[in-house]
C-alpha cells in the first residue's frame, strides 16, 4: 500500500465514508492513517455499534468527528446523547456544510430533546440539514442559518409556532420537506427563495396552509383542506392529496406555467376540483384520483363533465391518468352530444385509465372509442381493471367489451 503514488491514495480515501470503514482504513499503513485527517465526510450507521463493549459511543464518534481537520458531511443514524452532539459540533460546526441526523427523540425526556435540537445552531455555516424523527416542542435556540438551502425533517412534533419559528430561522430556504408532521393546524410559509416544497400533515386531514414564495416551481402537499398559494407563475409541478379529510377550497393564482397536476384523495368539494381544472388549462400531464366529491361528510359522485369542452378547455394535455370517478363522470349519456367532425383532441399522447365498476359500460365504451378517434396523436391506452367485483352479467359482458376493443386496437391499447 506504500507503493502508492501520492495522487491515488485521496482518490481511494473519498469513497470511504462509513466510519467503521474509516477505522479500518486508519490500519492499513502509516501513509492511509495520516491521510484520514482529509477527509471530509463521515457516516455512523445504525448498527454500528450494537457490538461495543467498555465503550461510549458519544466518545468515539467525537474522536473520530475531532481527528478530521474540515470535515464536510456528518451523517448519524446510530443511538447519541444530547451532549454528545454539543461535544461533537462545538469542534466540527464551523467547518460542516451537511449534517444528517436520527434523532430518535424520547418525548419522556424532553431536556435530552432540547439539547439536542439547541446543539444544531452550532454549524452555522450549513448548507444542507436533515433530520428524522423530531420532538420540536420546544423552540429550538438558534441564530440564522443564512447558508441552508435545503432542510428536510421526517416525523415530528411540533405546533404552528414553533415552525414558523425554525422556517424564520433558515430565510433562503430551495428546498423544503415536511414529511409525517403532527401537531399543525395552521400552516405559513413566507420564503423568498423556495423553489421545491414537499408537505406531509399527520391528523384528521383538516389542516389550512398558505404559500407566498414567488419562486416556487414544485409543490406537494398531503394533508390540508385549505390550500392557498399566493405566488404561482413559476409554479411547473403541483400535487394535492387528502387521505384523511376532505379538500374544501384552493386559493391559487394564474396557473401558466404549470406542467403536472395530481389531485388525489377521498372526497373534493367541487368548487375545488373545478377551479383546479380551470386553472390547470396550460396543463400536459394530469393526474386524477379523486373518489367523491360533496360539500358534507356525505359522499357525492362527480356531476357530468362533458368531454368536448374539457379536452377544448385543456388543449395542452399530453398525458391523461384518469381514475373512478372522474372516469364516471366524463362518461355520462349527454357527455358526447356535442362532439362533430371538426372536433379533435391535439396533444393527447397517453391515457391511464383506472375502470372499478361495469355500470355505465356502454357509454364508458363510447368514451374509450372517442378518445381513440378523435386524439390524433394518441400511441398508448393503457386500461386498469382494478377490483371490479360484482355477481351480475354485466361484469363479464363489460370486460369481453374491453377485450373486444383491445383487440381492435391492439396497437395502441393495453389491459393491466
Not at 29 to 43: A, F, G, H, Q
Not at 108 to 122: E, H, P, T, V
Not at 169 to 187: D, F, I, Q, T, W
Amino acid at each position: 500500500m506504500d507503493a502508492l503514488p501520492d495522487a491515488i491514495v485521496p482518490c481511494i480515501l473519498v469513497h470511504v465514508t462509513n466510519a467503521k470503514d474509516v477505522a479500518s482504513a486508519s490500519c492499513v499503513s502509516r501513509r492511509w492513517k495520516e491521510s484520514i485527517p482529509y477527509l471530509n465526510k463521515l457516516v455512523f450507521t445504525r448498527n454500528v455499534f450494537d457490538n461495543l463493549k467498555n465503550c461510549s459511543p458519544d466518545d468515539i464518534v467525537g474522536h473520530m468527528v475531532s481527528s478530521i481537520n474540515q470535515l464536510e458531511e456528518l451523517v448519524v443514524y446510530c443511538p447519541f446523547t444530547g451532549s454528545g452532539l454539543a461535544s461533537w459540533l462545538s469542534v466540527a460546526g464551523p467547518s460542516l456544510r451537511r449534517l444528517e441526523l436520527k434523532m430518535d427523540d424520547d418525548l419522556i425526556d424532553m431536556r435530552s430533546c432540547s439539547r439536542k435540537l439547541d446543539s444544531i445552531g452550532a454549524a452555522m455555516n450549513l448548507e444542507s440539514l436533515k433530520l428524522w424523527g423530531v420532538n420540536m416542542t420546544h423552540c429550538p435556540k438558534w441564530y440564522t442559518f443564512n447558508k441552508l438551502r435545503n432542510l428536510e425533517i421526517v416525523g415530528t412534533v411540533t405546533n404552528d409556532s414553533i415552525l414558523h419559528a425554525v422556517l424564520m430561522a433558515c430565510p433562503n430556504l430551495s428546498n423544503l420537506l415536511l414529511l409525517g408532521c403532527e401537531g399543525l393546524k395552521h400552516v405559513y410559509l413566507e420564503l423568498p427563495q423556495l423553489e421545491v416544497c414537499n408537505l406531509d400533515f399527520n391528523g384528521l386531514g383538516n389542516c389550512s396552509l398558505t404559500v407566498n414564495s414567488p419562486k416556487l416551481q414544485q409543490l406537494e402537499v398531503q394533508g390540508c383542506s385549505w390550500i392557498r398559494v399566493l405566488e404561482t407563475q413559476l409554479l411547473r409541478n403541483l400535487c394535492i392529496s387528502n387521505t384523511s379529510g376532505r379538500v374544501i377550497a384552493v386559493d391559487f393564482g394564474k396557473l401558466v406555467a404549470l406542467e403536472s397536476l395530481e389531485m388525489r384523495g377521498v372526497q373534493w368539494c367541487w368548487d375545488a376540483i373545478n377551479k383546479m381544472l380551470q386553472l390547470a388549462s396550460e396543463v400536459k400531464h394530469l393526474f386524477m384520483k379523486v373518489e367523491f366529491t360533496g360539500d358534507s361528510d356525505a359522499l357525492q359522485p362527480f356531476p357530468e363533465i362533458d368531454i368536448v369542452d374539457f379536452f377544448n378547455s385543456h388543449p395542452k394535455l399530453i398525458k391523461f391518468d384518469i381514475h373512478g370517478a372522474m372516469f364516471a363522470a366524463l362518461c355520462q349519456r349527454n357527455s358526447l352530444k356535442n362532439v362533430d367532425s371538426r372536433f379533435m383532441i391535439p396533444c393527447l399522447e397517453e391515457v391511464i385509465v383506472t375502470v372499478r365498476s361495469p355500470l355505465n359500460a356502454e357509454q364508458k365504451m363510447s368514451t374509450l372509442e372517442s378518445l381513440i378517434n378523435y386524439g390524433k396523436k394518441l400511441r398508448k391506452m393503457r386500461i386498469k381493471i382494478l377490483q371490479m367485483k360484482s355477481n351480475h352479467s354485466s361484469t363479464d359482458d363489460f370486460f369481453e367489451e374491453i377485450c373486444r376493443f383491445t383487440r381492435m386496437n391492439r396497437r395502441i391499447v393495453s389491459i393491466e
